[in-house]
T-cell receptor
Framework: GAVVSQHPSWVICKSGTSVKIECRSL??????MFWYRQFPKQSLMLMAT?????????EQGVEKDKFLINHASLTLSTLTVTSAHPEDSSFYIC?????????????FGPGTRLTVL | GNSVTQMEGPVTLSEEAFLTINCTYT??????LFWYVQYPGEGLQLLLK?????DKGSNKGFEATYRKETTSFHLEKGSVQVSDSAVYFC???????????FGTGTQLKVEL
């Protein structure tokens, strides 16, 4: 149980285009999901907290108009990188908290590798 | 602010060797501490956790003790296996909101 998937697992796009990444909780409901970004040999950096049915909460320094987050259902959150540029190339990881469990453990997806040419 | 410092890798060990991966932290208040493991091609998985000083988290032969006096949460295993090869992340949660602060991760390679 407690499986989180991400799609796609990797994507290559041209500079200036937008890319959407999906994060799904497969066997539980998640009112709260998180989006992280990871650079090579660096830690995961929290970008934003995604709340079902409401606006996402962004961390300081993260452009909310560039990284659009939508959490329209209890099992799906999407991250759209708008007008992507090479500096947006990174590994994006999501996590989800099972709403039905009391301990607030985060379950992580396998990540999405984005390369912007 | 909150931060986590881990020893750099990769760490290469022979099977059945003793493992220690150091982790120290800086945080306001009394954080909860975690170790996550990431196997190749998979997402991070919670390995163990401790929520207060002197607590010991343990799982799959791994242990870590929450040491408030040294602000440390070192990961140990008495006898590693090839299947333990993975990247290990130390993390903390302080101040509520379920936000995690991660270390940079330490890659472990176990050879026969």
């Amino acid at each position: 149980g407690a499986v989180v998937s991400q799609h796609p697992s990797w994507v290559i796009c041209k500079s200036g285009t937008s890319v959407k990444i999906e994060c799904r909780s497969l066997d539980f409901q998640a009112t709260t999901m998180f989006w992280y970004r990871q650079f090579p040999k660096q830690s995961l950096m929290l970008m934003a907290t995604s709340n079902e049915g409401s606006k996402a909460t962004y961390e300081q320094g993260v452009e909310k108009d560039k990284f659009l987050i939508n959490h329209a259902s209890l099992t799906l959150s999407t991250l759209t990188v708008t007008s992507a540029h090479p500096e947006d190339s990174s590994f994006y990881i999501c996590s989800a908290i099972d709403s039905g469990q009391p301990d607030n453990e985060q379950f992580f997806g396998p990540g999405t590798r984005l390369t912007v040419l | 602010g909150n931060s986590v410092t881990q020893m750099e890798g990769p760490v290469t060990l022979s099977e059945e060797a003793f493992l220690t991966i150091n982790c120290t932290y800086t945080a306001t208040g009394y954080p909860s501490l975690f170790w996550y493991v990431q196997y190749p091609g998979e997402g991070l998985q919670l390995l163990l956790k401790a929520t207060k000083a002197d607590d010991k988290g343990s799982n799959k032969g791994f242990e870590a003790t929450y040491r408030k006096e040294t602000t440390s949460f070192h990961l140990e295993k008495g006898s590693v296996q090839v299947s333990d090869s993975a990247v290990y992340f130390c993390a903390l949660n302080a101040g509520g909101g379920n936000k995690l602060t991660f270390g940079t991760g330490t890659q472990l390679k176990v050879e026969l």
